[in-house]
């Protein structure tokens, strides 16, 4: 009986075997169904909301004015005052918003879809395959008497990686505020 362990930072690349495994001392082949990959946070950024908000187009007074159907707008002369035909007045405050929230985490893997294919190999480059073997992380071990030969390296790939987990941080605790800035003016045609 030989036992074939690759250690658990493997990640499915060609593991050649120190002493490879004789024909001869064997009558099958176990395989044990894979542990589910950790999980990582998906950085998704949320779209911006511009719900109940007013946008206006600012031009600086020294730019060729396009006559169109909306407001025209021009930040005050240097006095304060508005420009001749702009009289209307905006004032609005600019917010600076340092809110972050806290970093997602993920906890250990619960369930998910976990496929594996590992294949044996009689030279220890990976090459003359004996036999591969499809094993889920839902199976129980998988046992086989149809490898035949001198084993000498393993390989394993996953076909499926897909696990699910449950976060482990609320990922809704907010930090920060938002605190008013400047008050912008802008002076307009209407």
């Not at 395989?31 to 950085?43: F, M, V």
């Amino acid at each position: 009986m030989a036992t074939i362990d690759p250690g658990s930072s493997w990640n499915g690349t060609c593991f050649s075997l120190r002493e490879p495994v004789p024909s001869d001392s064997y009558s099958f082949v176990t395989i044990n169904p894979p542990g589910a990959s950790g999980c990582q946070p998906i950085p998704e950024v949320p779209a911006v909301r511009h719900t109940n908000m007013d946008f206006i187009r600012a031009c600086g007074p020294e730019m060729e004015l396009v006559f169109t159907a909306f407001s025209r707008c021009y930040p005050p002369q240097p006095n304060g005052e508005c420009w001749d035909g702009h009289d209307t007045r905006w004032e609005f405050p600019v917010y600076n918003d340092t809110r972050t929230c806290s970093p997602c985490t993920c906890g250990e893997p619960s369930r998910g879809d976990c496929r594996v294919q590992t294949t044996l190999y009689g030279q220890a480059a990976c090459s003359d395959e004996l036999g591969t073997i499809l094993i889920s992380g839902l199976d129980r071990p998988l046992c086989t008497d149809t490898i035949e030969g001198r084993i000498g390296a393993v390989r394993s790939i996953f076909t499926k990686d897909e696990p699910t987990c449950a976060p482990s941080t609320d990922s809704t605790v907010v930090s920060g505020e938002i605190v008013p800035g400047d008050t912008h003016v802008l002076c307009c045609n209407r």
